[in-house]
């Protein structure tokens, strides 16, 4: 199984609701990330976990707060986000430490965010 | 500044025939070279993906060509397909920064029946 499971699949909020994307992983991966990709762009790196440690964060607004319950579920929690926020948030997982699978990334289908 | 360049933008074929999408990269540290597929509404899925110490890699349809002189790569799909049709990422990435993967900007292809 190299599912990782994203919901909601659609969310639309205004500027000043709070709201969390849910992202569950069960092929025992020990990285997981956020990203950003908007329109006809490559996806942008937002956040890793790395063994459930915050390990990368790019300069994202603080308005994005991630979290990591545990070594299958990651969060991320939204809040008074500007419309220009709007893109598909995707979720990825990995397994670091062995040389030849550190680097195959699974990715989820995506939440479609839109923000009036 | 770490950079993947992908051309072209946009590729269009006919069904049978063979699509080619290029990519160039800048930093020599750069290890692992994977493409991805990415169909509307989906996420990217991993296709297919080489390291620098082989000149070519192929699983079905899908081969990459690796220069590591020229730090050029490609992705070429032979008997292209209508169900091809999606938006291909190259992207490359350095064992020192873990997974940190740098994309291309990605090739929408488009295979017409």
């Known amino acids: 199984d190299t599912e990782v499971t994203q919901t909601p699949k659609h969310l639309v909020m205004g500027m000043t609701n709070k709201k969390s994307l849910k992202c569950e992983q069960h092929m025992g991966h020990r990285a997981m990330y956020w990203y950003k990709q908007k329109a006809k762009k490559p996806p942008e790196l937002m956040f890793v976990y790395s063994y459930e440690k915050l390990s990368i964060n790019e300069s994202v607004p603080s308005r994005f707060s991630p979290e990591c319950p545990n070594s299958s579920l990651l969060n991320l929690h939204l809040h008074a986000l500007q419309p220009e926020d709007s893109a598909l948030y995707l979720c990825?997982?990995?397994?670091?430490?062995?040389?030849?699978?550190?680097?195959?990334?699974?990715f989820g289908a995506g939440t479609r965010l839109s923000v009036l | 500044q770490q950079q993947v360049k992908q051309s072209p933008q946009s590729l269009i074929v006919q069904k049978g025939g063979i699509s080619i999408i290029n990519c160039a990269y800048e930093n020599t540290a750069f290890d692992y070279f994977p493409w991805y597929q990415q169909f509307p509404g989906k996420g990217p899925a991993l296709l297919i993906a080489?390291?620098?110490?082989?000149s070519e890699k192929k699983e079905g349809r899908f081969t990459i060509s690796f220069n590591k002189s020229a730090k050029q790569f490609s992705l070429h799909i032979m008997d292209s397909q209508p169900g091809d049709s999606a938006t291909y990422f190259c992207a490359a990435s350095k064992e020192t920064s873990g997974s940190r993967l740098t994309f291309g900007e990605g090739t929408q292809l488009t295979v017409n029946p």
């Open positions: 990825a997982s990995s397994q670091p430490g062995t040389e030849r699978a550190k680097n195959i990334q699974y």
């Open positions: 080489i390291r620098p110490d082989v």
